[in-house]
């Protein structure tokens, strides 16, 4: 079996993909996409991704055949159900639905303000796009903050790394690029570091991937 990661060093959704494969342990082969260049709208990838986004995982098995998945959630998901061990999906069906639920604040509540495509709209219409996307990401982290408070543990949800955390450690590292301040983020930092101490998550930073720009 071969796993193939089409990925972009900076994008956050492909950050998640490459913490959750680490989490399982699977190796993969790295294709670099250039969205800054546009290579995500070339023929070649939208014939594996119709919508042109990263990332895009590409499966071959030991039979040949290959499957192809896009959108970071369920390629999570997926990678949790094939194959199990360890859980990024809590077993606790109130746990799980909160696990989503945090996960889902950063990938419809947050992520999408500060995405590139996004952000050059904001920035066309004359508006200063940082100041525009400041308050969003500062409202929704503080509603990411009070659920895992509500809930929990040394991680986001319980004791363990979840699908919540795949999705909080791309987040701060993004908030950082926008000079959010984390400051009133105490216990999401400690999380972050909690994760960063492993290398599923110390692996999968932007700044170790092939196609990273060095400052």
Same mark, same amino acid.
């Given at each position: 079996?071969?796993?193939?990661?089409?990925?972009? #060093?900076?994008?956050?959704?492909?950050?998640?993909?490459? +913490? &959750? $494969?680490?989490?399982?342990?699977?190796?993969?082969?790295?294709?670099?996409?250039? +969205?800054?260049?546009?290579?995500?709208?070339?023929?070649?990838?939208?014939?594996?991704? !119709?919508?042109?986004?990263? !990332?895009? $995982?590409?499966?071959?098995?030991?039979?040949?055949?290959? +499957?192809?998945?896009?959108?970071?959630?369920?390629?999570?998901? %997926?990678?949790?159900?094939?194959?199990?061990?360890?859980?990024?999906?809590?077993?606790?069906? %109130?746990?799980?639905?909160?696990?989503?639920?945090?996960?889902?604040?950063?990938?419809?509540?947050?992520?999408? =303000?500060?995405?590139?495509?996004?952000?050059?709209?904001?920035?066309?219409? &004359?508006?200063?796009?940082?100041? #525009?996307?400041?308050?969003?990401?500062?409202? &929704?982290?503080?509603? =990411? &903050?009070?659920?895992?408070?509500?809930?929990?543990?040394? =991680?986001?949800?319980?004791?363990? !790394?979840?699908?919540?955390?795949?999705?909080?450690?791309?987040?701060?590292?993004?908030?950082?690029?926008?000079?959010?301040?984390?400051? !009133?983020?105490?216990?999401? $930092?400690?999380?972050?570091?909690?994760?960063?101490?492993?290398?599923? =998550?110390?692996?999968?930073?932007?700044?170790?991937?092939?196609?990273?720009?060095?400052?």
């Amino acid at each position: 079996m071969k796993l193939v990661l089409h990925s972009y #060093w900076r994008s956050s959704a492909s950050h998640r993909v490459r +913490i &959750g $494969l680490g989490l399982k342990q699977l190796p993969y082969d790295y294709v670099a996409v250039d +969205i800054t260049k546009g290579e995500q709208h070339s023929d070649a990838y939208r014939a594996r991704n !119709p919508s042109g986004q990263v !990332p895009t $995982l590409e499966i071959t098995e030991d039979d040949g055949e290959r +499957i192809t998945l896009t959108q970071s959630l369920p390629i999570l998901e %997926y990678l949790d159900e094939r194959w199990p061990d360890p859980p990024i999906l809590p077993s606790d069906p %109130y746990l799980r639905a909160r696990a989503r639920a945090l996960a889902e604040i950063v990938n419809a509540g947050l992520q999408p =303000f500060q995405n590139l495509p996004t952000l050059r709209r904001v920035k066309a219409l &004359g508006t200063d796009e940082e100041a #525009w996307m400041k308050p969003l990401l500062t409202d &929704g982290l503080a509603a =990411f &903050g009070k659920i895992v408070a509500e809930v929990g543990g040394t =991680f986001c949800v319980g004791d363990a !790394p979840t699908i919540a955390d795949c999705c909080l450690v791309p987040q701060l590292a993004g908030a950082r690029r926008f000079h959010i301040d984390l400051g !009133p983020h105490d216990r999401l $930092l400690a999380i972050e570091a909690r994760c960063l101490a492993l290398p599923a =998550f110390a692996d999968a930073m932007p700044h170790h991937q092939p196609d990273a720009v060095k400052s």
